[in-house]
Nanobody
C-alpha cells in the first residue's frame, strides 16, 4: 500500500502562511491526479487544489490567489503553499494521490485563529 505523510500544519494567525508537504512512499511520476482536500468539523471533505502530472493546477474559488499547489516528482512530494490564511481555512488537510481508487494521507490540522 502507498503511504502518504502530510506535514507542515499548525496554528497560525489570520494573514499568516503555512506550507504543507505530502511525501509519498512510491514514485508519483506515474500518478496523474494529485490533490489537497480539507474537511472542517461538520462539513463534507472538499477539494482545495489539484495538479496533474504535466503541472496543470486547479483551485477552489475560496483559495484562488492565496494558495499554490506544486509537485516535485523527483522527491515524490507534493506541496501546498498557503498565504493570507483566513479563519475559514481552518480544517484538517488531506493529501490525495490518484482519483477514484487512490490513496489518502492521515491529514494535518491547520488552525487559523487570532
Amino acid at each position: 500500500q502507498v503511504r502518504l505523510v502530510e506535514s507542515g500544519g499548525g496554528l497560525v494567525q489570520p494573514g499568516g502562511s503555512l506550507r504543507l508537504s505530502c511525501a509519498a512512499s512510491e514514485s508519483i511520476f506515474r500518478i496523474n491526479f494529485m490533490g489537497w482536500y480539507r474537511q472542517a468539523p461538520g462539513k463534507q471533505r472538499e477539494l482545495v487544489a489539484s495538479i496533474t502530472s504535466d503541472g496543470t493546477a486547479n483551485y477552489a474559488d475560496s483559495v484562488k490567489g492565496r494558495f499554490t499547489i506544486s509537485r516535485d516528482n523527483t522527491k515524490n512530494t507534493m506541496y501546498l503553499q498557503m498565504n493570507t490564511l483566513k479563519p475559514d481555512d481552518t480544517a484538517v488537510y488531506y493529501c490525495r494521490l490518484g482519483f477514484v481508487g487512490g490513496y489518502w494521507g492521515q491529514g494535518t490540522q491547520v488552525t487559523v485563529s487570532s
